[in-house]
Nanobody, 115 residues
Framework: QVQFVESGGGSVQPGESLRLSCAAS????????MRWYLQAPGKEREWLAT????????AYADSVKGRVTISRDNDKNMVYLQMDNLKPEDRGVYYC????????WGQGTQVTVST
């Protein structure tokens, strides 16, 4: 069964950094591009970043471009999101998934950014 387990969230102040991790299982990880998403309070889940299967190329939403870096380790079936210079609008629950998305989604990891 496809499974995604996100971790690494927490409560930080504006300007600080976090590194999110996602452990994927139940499928051949290296066969799929991977994505990170954010669901802010009261909003729909939105796409943040994509990384290709070999990890050689990535793409970012304008809202996070220049502040986040997606990476992956195909030997460990892990995908990461390094987030720097966090802003209050970055708060919410972060999810990872493959492309196209697998079911079910993980529980996500909560990020809070406040003074």
């Amino acid at each position: 069964q496809v499974q995604f387990v996100e971790s690494g969230g927490g409560s930080v102040q504006p300007g600080e950094s976090l590194r999110l991790s996602c452990a994927a299982s139940g499928f051949t990880f290296s066969d799929f591009a991977m994505r990170w998403y954010l669901q802010a309070p009261g909003k729909e889940r939105e796409w943040l970043a994509t990384i290709t299967r070999p990890g050689t190329s990535s793409a970012y939403a304008d809202s996070v471009k220049g502040r986040v870096t997606i990476s992956r380790d195909n030997d460990k079936n892990m995908v990461y999101l390094q987030m720097d210079n966090l802003k209050p609008e970055d708060r919410g629950v972060y999810y990872c998934n493959r492309v196209p998305p697998g079911q079910p989604w993980g529980q996500g990891t909560q990020v809070t950014v406040s003074t």
